[in-house]
DNA sequence: TCTACTGGCGAACGGCGTTCAGCGCAACGT
DNA sequence: ACGTTGCGCTGAACGCCGTTCGCCAGTAGA
């Protein structure tokens, strides 16, 4: 007597399971990875019995990066520190989104508008209210913090695609290409690339993390001018 | 009798002149309408023709990048106003981006190894210098600048294709996504998100370009702390 | 003149997001 | 208890995409 082969016992699809498949995938294999054939893989059904819970595949990106926002904890206001705290939460966010490989490809041009999202927002327009930054200009510089944030994750996760695709290990990788591109940098004519010629040593120097903290600083130290209580 | 219907007169595919559509196609589109495809069938051949000149479409896009690069003007280096250098750069950089509707997917996690990118890279990098900037700091900064602008007109490219997919055109698509935004964020519960409800309108307000000046001026301004001479 | 090579090409492969007509099953009205 | 209705779900298909493969023709060299 034969089974009726793998009969699946799952009943109904619900958002949240797309949702939380989708976040996995994406965590543990990275964007590319993530399809609507994928996901329905994973649930045991075909692509077309996604679209019944979600409009498409730019909407399921959408509810993925806010429950991604939910991991972010929210620090209690400490107005004092408001320019440590606003740094403190942009390297949070920083993190979390290349934990999430690239879910910065869909954030980077979608306003915030999910409830997750939005607690963050408020966090850290709070922080800039405390610092005594008129609301206008806090406004601005959150969005700028954030597309900063979003823009260097967003390189970061390419160039891990890059490095799967050369098979080699990170350190390895970025090392090579360090090397490579200082050779290449040295080599250029003299005449016409005078600076880079020069100091192609600093020009490839310095760590990921470093630039990210540098241009973390510039945005939010800049901050000072505006600010009403100093 | 017969003639063979529409024998190709084209002897000679060439690099430049993959490249040469390839920009038209992306200027005149958008990145989305660019494939190998559509670069094959506006030379009135077939997809594959195309891999014997480049490796891929990656490489593509690196070439068709190094080429709007070469639509930039190269300032000639004036020390004093080294600040303001760094800034008309990177407006006319944004610029050209936007122009070119998104390269900046292109650009934004490639080493920019081409001659005209490199061009550009040494000039901004001996405004740099000329402010009296340490070098190491320099080229960490004209990374985090090229970030940014790259950033700021992928995001720009984003919502030219959603106004393009909405159907209405640039300035009632965005006023009306302001007004819907800023009735969304008004009608939040106040005491969960009090800064966001309190202050919506100016979360909402303002232009693409007084928030991207106002991260540029961040972003270059705070770089006197590191001037030497200033 | 014969041959080796190379640039060009049609067809195909495997993937993608999305649509559509229909299926079975649970819930409901009677 | 029994139609009936509605909806969650599904397989198949459409039209794209990047890329590969095997073949062809024309040319350059021997």
Redesign the interface.
């Known amino acids: 007597m034969t089974w009726p082969a793998e009969r699946p016992p799952r009943k109904t699809i619900t958002r949240a399971e797309i949702v939380r498949i989708g976040l996995r995938v994406v965590r543990e294999e990275g964007i590319d990875a993530l399809s609507m054939r994928r996901v329905a893989t994973e649930i045991g059904t075909g692509p077309s019995s996604l679209y019944a819970h979600v409009a498409n595949k730019d909407e399921l990106l959408r509810l993925m990066f806010d429950e991604m926002c939910a991991l972010l904890p929210i620090p209690e206001l400490d107005p004092p520190r408001w320019k440590e705290q606003i740094k403190e939460l942009a390297r949070a966010g920083h993190q979390v989104m290349i934990e999430h490989n690239d879910l910065a490809r869909a954030a980077?041009?979608t306003?915030p508008?999910g409830p997750n999202a939005?607690?963050i927002?408020?966090a850290m327009?709070?922080m800039m209210?405390a610092g005594g930054i008129p609301?206008?200009?806090?406004?601005?510089?959150m969005?700028?913090i954030f597309?900063?944030i979003?823009?260097?994750a967003?390189?970061y996760s390419?160039?891990r695609d890059?490095v799967k695709g050369a098979g080699s290990d990170k350190e390895t990788f970025l090392s090579d290409?360090g090397r490579e591109?200082l050779a290449?940098f040295e080599q250029?004519p003299a005449d016409?690339?005078?600076?880079?010629a020069t100091?192609a040593t600093?020009?490839v120097?310095?760590s990921v993390d470093?630039?990210f903290e540098?241009?973390l600083?510039?945005?939010v130290?800049?901050?000072d001018?505006y600010s009403g209580v100093s």
Chains 1, 2 share one sequence.
């Open positions: 980077i041009a306003i508008t939005l607690r927002s408020n327009f709070g209210l609301p206008r200009i806090g406004a601005w510089a969005d700028r597309l900063y979003t823009a260097d967003y390189e390419i160039w890059q290409l591109t290449y250029l016409i690339y005078p600076h880079i100091y600093a020009l120097g310095g470093e630039r540098l241009g600083e510039l945005l130290d800049g901050l001018k």
